[in-house]
């Protein structure tokens, strides 16, 4: 109904003056001023006194004028709700964040956003941290010019806390193993694992099929010894929470860096570990639907073997292995006299050293020096453990195409006799 014909029905007397006031919504006193309004001034007397008259809320022009030079000359790249926090942290301006919108749209410094699409309901949150963590890589130019890097982000689902986040030049399988080995060494090991279907996660024998699980990757093996699932996302819109964090984390990351004056990889790196992290994760971090967690403690030693690349070998004759293009020789061992035909595991770990292991014994250690080519040895006491004779390949000066396995070419006598011996027959 129409509040006049709410008034008429009052003034005739079909309902009192205090059902109307029930229908309308109203008081009772307000019901009355109305009523004194109407019989003197008539309808022109309902009109609201306010009208015509600025509001007590009105923010002050200079007030005005000072966000949107802040804007202009200070925050010109930052999202509408970044800059409502600086805003409130760095200026002390409290402003609804309605206002800072509208005032930035309606001076046509920040463009209204298009109508949403249809809806999704989203996928529920795991109830516990470290139930499910989501790892992912975002190429983008952090430094706001041409260089283009990776963040690699590790987050909880039930939470969104960012575990790590580091920028690489490169999403790969050590940047990644880095990655997983320090959330594990500082939260402890975790349930699931949820990815994109990247070559260093899973193999996929043909685009658009489901991936092999059974032909691991380097990745894939480490997360089976540590008995962590792997879950593959077939599209973007199934890592939804990772994908809407990486948009939070380009809206905000490059112009976090302008401001602190960071114009280089490990100085990012830096800021990210002792700084921005903590600011990230006390803004975004939501609490689990349960207490407690799923994390637990990391009880293997053997981290450092489980985090690397490894290739199998096959010893040669002069046991040595082919790797790199270039053959290593190994020394010979206490409990056996010679590796010649048996299958080594070659280790590359994270830091640049190379090991050779056959079973759990290490047949040979090389640091990151010597691996590089740096022609100097390391010699230890044989047996089970790193300290193994080693050669570096520069200092064996072999390689696969003029092989010298010593052994004789010409034929024996006794050879020569069996030779003659079927010719004559």
């Given at each position: 109904m129409k509040l006049q014909n709410v008034w008429l029905k009052a003034m005739a007397k079909k309902i009192t003056w205090w059902q109307a006031a029930e229908i309308i919504g109203v008081t009772d006193r307000t019901m009355r001023r109305w009523r004194e309004r109407?019989?003197?001034?008539?309808?022109?007397?309902?009109?609201?006194?306010?009208?015509?008259?600025p509001s007590f809320r009105r923010v002050p022009l200079a007030t005005c004028e000072e966000v949107l030079r802040l804007y202009q000359e200070q925050y010109f790249d930052l999202s509408m709700?970044?800059?409502?926090?600086?805003?409130?942290?760095?200026?002390?301006?409290?402003?609804?964040?309605?206002?800072?919108?509208?005032?930035?749209?309606g001076a046509g410094l920040v463009k209204r956003r298009s109508r949403r699409g249809p809806h999704r309901r989203r996928r529920e949150r795991r109830p516990l941290p470290?139930?499910?963590?989501?790892?992912?890589?975002?190429?983008?130019?952090?430094?706001?010019?041409?260089?283009?890097?990776?963040?690699?982000?590790?987050?909880?689902?039930?939470?969104?806390?960012?575990?790590?986040?580091?920028?690489?030049?490169?999403?790969?399988?050590?940047?990644?193993?880095?990655?997983?080995?320090?959330?594990?060494?500082?939260?402890?090991?975790?349930c699931a694992l949820?990815?994109?279907?990247?070559?260093?996660?899973?193999?996929?024998?043909?685009?658009?099929?489901?991936?092999?699980?059974?032909?691991?990757?380097?990745v894939g093996r480490a997360m089976k010894e540590l008995s962590i699932?792997?879950?593959?996302?077939?599209?973007?819109?199934?890592?939804?929470?990772?994908?809407?964090?990486?948009?939070?984390?380009?809206?905000?990351?490059?112009?976090?860096?302008?401001?602190?004056?960071?114009?280089?990889?490990?100085?990012?790196?830096?800021?990210?570990?002792e700084r921005y992290i903590a600011e990230f994760n006390q803004k975004?971090?939501?609490?689990?639907?349960?207490?407690?967690?799923?994390?637990?403690?990391?009880?293997?030693?053997?981290l450092d073997w489980i985090f690397s690349v490894q290739s199998e070998r096959v010893v040669a004759r002069d046991n040595t292995i082919a790797f790199r293009d270039q053959l290593w020789q190994l020394e010979k061992t206490r409990w056996r006299y010679s590796l010649a035909g048996c299958t080594v595991i070659?280790?590359?770990?994270?830091?640049?050293?190379?090991?050779?292991?056959?079973?759990?014994?290490?047949?040979?250690?090389?640091?990151?020096?010597?691996?590089?080519?740096?022609?100097?040895?390391?010699r230890g006491k044989d047996g089970t453990g790193e300290n193994q004779t080693a050669v570096s390949p520069s200092a064996l000066e072999l390689s696969p195409q003029s092989r010298d396995f010593h052994f004789p070419t010409a034929p024996t006598t006794r050879h020569k006799a069996k030779k003659e011996k079927r010719k004559a027959a």
């Open positions: 109407l019989e003197e001034h008539g309808y022109d007397g309902l009109a609201d006194r306010r009208k015509g008259q709700r970044h800059f409502h926090e600086k805003l409130q942290e760095e200026h002390a301006i409290k402003l609804s964040y309605t206002w800072v919108q509208q005032a930035l749209q470290g139930m499910l963590l989501h790892i992912d890589g975002s190429k983008h130019r952090w430094f706001q010019d041409e260089r283009w890097y990776d963040l690699l982000v590790i987050l909880d689902d039930a939470t969104s806390e960012i575990y790590y986040a580091q920028l690489v030049e490169e999403e790969s399988t050590r940047t990644v193993m880095a990655a997983l080995r320090e959330v594990i060494e500082s939260k402890g090991l975790f949820y990815s994109d279907r990247g070559s260093h996660f899973f193999l996929t024998p043909k685009a658009g099929e489901p991936v092999d699980k059974q032909r691991l990757t380097q699932q792997m879950i593959p996302a077939y599209a973007p819109q199934a890592r939804g929470r990772s994908e809407r964090s990486f948009g939070t984390w380009q809206g905000r990351l490059p112009q976090e860096l302008r401001l602190a004056g960071m114009s280089t990889l490990a100085a990012a790196n830096l800021f990210l570990q975004f971090t939501v609490l689990a639907k349960e207490r407690g967690t799923a994390f637990r403690k990391a009880g293997r030693s053997d070659v280790h590359e770990h994270l830091d640049g050293r190379i090991s050779v292991r056959y079973g759990p014994h290490v047949v040979a250690h090389w640091s990151q020096s010597e691996a590089s080519g740096t022609p100097k040895a390391r």
